[in-house]
């Protein structure tokens, strides 16, 4: 269930003529704007247009002016400068950011981003013999090396001098370079203090491009501080927000063409391009690469207008953002599995799991999923002798604070208190969870109090309109430190509802008041919490929208909570599920005709065309009924998902027959006598779904191969809403070999395949999870 709230309603609102005179808007957003600090009409008019807001000068960072004194120096005499860059969105912002300003200037520069799998964060000394190695004369760091104090040493002690710019906690003692422009040398009131990595760099280019006599330069740069920025979830206030606001506009109107190339396979108007944008859709595709591969190409996309690069480039991060999640949702299932077999595991109040052969660059990302799924800090373990792990927490337990104390047990730790990550061997794992378990005991009074939510009015459906939500949008951006303005509706009940994306990861609500009056609302990762029935208050925010170029009203669900009179009432499954395994059965048609004798109306779901059953039918054609037999193995978790959700059975009679083809060129062939069918026979409708149970994969699978086959010129797509495709093909196309996006498709391809030849071995209660 999703983890309780304490409401805290709005009070009376004051009167605040002055304020209230200059915004002009409802009483209760002149409020919210007085709460958020804005109290008089000059702070006003710099908060909501950033023409109006005054920057802080940059040289106000301690070093900031030291440092862009050397970098004029060392490019006015030719030398070479090294950039260092780190594998998130803010690293790979703040590279290309610094990389870009240094060759405007006239300036030699090669740059280095670390692998994550390698490397890790941060500057590891062999890999910086290695980069210094190329000819670096000059070492300049971007989001890292704050802490790096042995790598700093060994290159001024070379002869290469050293520039940090980080934003990351200080240490005790900083590293002995010729500048640390970090903002956390500020005060923690300063304007400047917020900043991230990449506001940082972004602060010093425009220090820089001053020296060179190139005044506001660098704003034509800030759209990548404004990525950095938002990805980062850095505080937006301050300077922060005049980035990413002019940042937001400069993208509407004039969008690098990278950013361009993405939206525009992403279905995006970058005419109204906002910072959600970046939130939900750019940020996880750019950070997937840093994850699971090498971010070094991130720097040239983000920099070039090639469109062939370009649009190779935007396919391969879709690709690789899929196979995240696919990763992601393996992680997950197998850690609700773990916990299926040994629930003692959720006695303490920190969830500790491990698996020798998790991928790391997921396991933070899942070890959140299971917050919020039990309400208690998680980290997630992956390797053999040496353990690595993430870990995330909630408010009031301080993560870093609790794993500091058990250092003594550790190979390496940090972090902060929501997030950390560290490293221990094997068989300390039991003493470090029963280690951390009683610190936290000791340290935190639990059962801790629910997290407070703010409501800042109470609306009814009928106040619900585009005339309010344009009102609430010029308070935006928002993110962390303007959080979006949250309102609730009394005595509503449940109409209806959906999950929806490719994973059924989000739900569409449709909630009624006591007028019958109906709202629809979106809850953003709310597909695997139960729903209330009954009535119930409910809290939301609101927003113009025009994802797809229809603009609409947004209200997304936040939280729910029993009205005073009435309880909420959870739905549960109707009654647990029969599951008899034949994965192993050696005749496994045979069984089924044993199957079809004792239950002549069972429903037999087919996957894929290689080994189709008699009487068989795909996923979409599934109804009500008792029995299910699952006869191909499912393309997917999700697959499975659906299939239980549309027959309800109380019996499943469990098989695994291939449902795909053990290539990727053999799928491909297939996929295309597929399309060519549908272009023959029904003018090249089709959906998603369809194609995805007749190939027996993913609709994430068929996705980037259809954008394969495009790239390649075999097919046009046309894309509609719902999953909806009209495809054409083409006559007389080239058959060039894409082979960066092919890799990826490769990639996500044996990630499938292994996933299905796991699944013979998947234990029951593995699967059964699935209900839950």
């Not at 959870?570 to 004792?598: C, F, M, S, Y």
């Not at 075999?714 to 809403?721: A, G, M, V």
Request: glycine share 6%.
């Amino acid at each position: 269930m999703m983890p309780d709230r304490i409401w805290q309603t709005p009070n009376q609102i004051p009167a605040l003529p002055d304020l209230q005179a200059a915004f002009g808007g409802p009483a209760f957003l002149t409020y919210a704007l007085f709460q958020r600090g804005i109290t008089t009409p000059q702070k006003l008019h710099g908060f909501l247009d950033p023409r109006s807001y005054q920057t802080s000068s940059a040289d106000q960072i301690p070093d900031l002016e030291k440092a862009a004194g050397e970098l004029f120096s060392t490019i006015r005499s030719g030398k070479t400068i090294g950039v260092w860059g780190d594998f998130d969105v803010d690293g790979q912002t703040s590279t290309a950011l610094l990389v870009s300003t240094i060759r405007q200037l006239g300036g030699k520069v090669r740059y280095y981003i670390p692998v994550r799998e390698r490397e890790s964060h941060g500057i590891q000394l062999q890999a910086l013999k290695r980069f210094i190695s190329l000819g670096v004369d000059l070492l300049l760091t971007c989001d890292t090396g704050v802490s790096a104090n042995q790598s700093v040493a060994y290159a001024q002690e070379n002869g290469v001098p050293v520039i940090i710019t980080d934003h990351h906690a200080l240490p005790t003692n900083l590293p002995d370079a010729l500048a640390v422009v970090n903002p956390q040398r500020l005060p923690s009131d300063h304007p400047l203090q917020p900043l991230c990595g990449v506001g940082t760099a972004f602060k010093l280019a425009e220090a820089l491009f001053n020296l060179f006599g190139m005044e506001n330069r660098s704003e034509t740069l800030i759209d990548l501080a404004t990525l950095g920025t938002v990805a980062d979830v850095a505080s937006l206030t301050g300077d922060n927000r005049w980035i990413v606001q002019t940042g937001l506009q400069l993208i509407r109107t004039s969008p690098r063409p990278a950013i361009q190339q993405i939206c525009a396979d992403l279905s995006i108007n970058h005419n109204h391009f906002t910072e959600e944008h970046i939130g939900f859709f750019l940020a996880p595709m750019l950070n997937a690469i840093g994850r699971l591969g090498d971010a070094n190409p991130m720097v040239e996309f983000l920099l070039s207008d090639d469109a062939q690069l370009l649009s190779v480039r935007s396919a391969e991060l879709r690709g690789l953002n899929e196979k995240r999640k696919l990763q992601c949702d393996q992680v997950f299932i197998a850690a609700l599995a773990q916990l299926q077999r040994d629930s003692s595991l959720l006695d303490r109040p920190i969830l500790i799991l491990h698996h020798p052969t998790w991928p790391g660059g997921v396991i933070g990302i899942v070890a959140s999923r299971l917050v919020e799924r039990f309400n208690r800090p998680v980290i997630l373990f992956t390797g053999g002798e040496i353990l690595r792990g993430s870990g995330r927490s909630i408010e009031g337990i301080n993560l870093i604070q609790s794993i500091t104390a058990q250092s003594a047990l550790l190979n390496t730790f940090g972090g902060h208190p929501m997030a950390a990550g560290l490293s221990l061997d094997k068989e300390l794992l039991p003493a470090f969870r029963d280690a951390i378990s009683k610190t936290i005991l000791e340290t935190t009074a639990l059962p801790l109090p629910p997290p407070a939510l703010n409501i800042d009015a109470y609306l009814t459906i009928p106040e619900i309109n585009f005339e309010l939500a344009d009102q609430i949008d010029r308070l935006a951006p928002f993110g962390a430190g303007n959080p979006a303005l949250q309102f609730a509706l009394s005595n509503v009940k449940l109409n209806s509802h959906r999950r929806f994306s490719s994973n059924k990861d989000h739900l569409e609500a449709i909630v009624e008041d006591v007028n019958q009056n109906t709202l629809r609302l979106v809850w953003w990762q709310g597909g695997n919490f139960p729903l209330p029935s009954g009535r119930f208050d409910l809290a939301f925010t609101l927003h113009a929208s025009d994802y797809r170029g229809v603009r609409e009203l947004q209200a997304e669900w936040t939280h729910a909570r029993p009205i005073e009179t009435e309880t909420i009432e959870i739905k549960k499954p109707e009654g647990k599920i029969n599951w008899v395994d034949h994965r192993q059965a050696t005749d496994p048609g045979a069984k089924l005709e044993q199957i079809l004798l004792l239950n002549p109306s069972v429903q037999i779901w087919k996957e894929g065309l290689l080994f189709p059953p008699i009487h068989g039918v795909f996923r979409q054609q599934l109804r009500k009924s008792d029995v299910l037999v699952i006869w191909n193995i499912p393309s997917s978790w999700d697959a499975l998902t659906q299939a239980l959700q549309r027959v309800s059975p109380s019996q499943i009679f469990l098989f695994a027959n291939p449902s795909t083809s053990d290539t990727l060129e053999d799928y491909l062939k297939m996929l295309i006598r597929l399309i060519r069918y549908r272009v023959n026979h029904q003018n090249g409708q089709v959906t998603l779904e369809e194609l995805s149970a007749a190939c027996g994969l993913p609709e994430t699978m068929i996705s980037l191969s259809l954008d394969y086959l495009s790239a390649r010129g075999i097919l046009q797509i046309e894309k509609k809403d719902s999953g909806n495709l009209i495809l054409e093909m083409q006559e007389g196309f080239a058959r060039v070999e894409l082979y960066p996006l092919q890799q990826r498709l490769r990639e996500l391809y044996n990630e499938i395949k292994a996933y299905q030849a796991n699944y013979i071995h998947i234990p029951l209660d593995g699967l059964q999870s699935m209900q839950s």
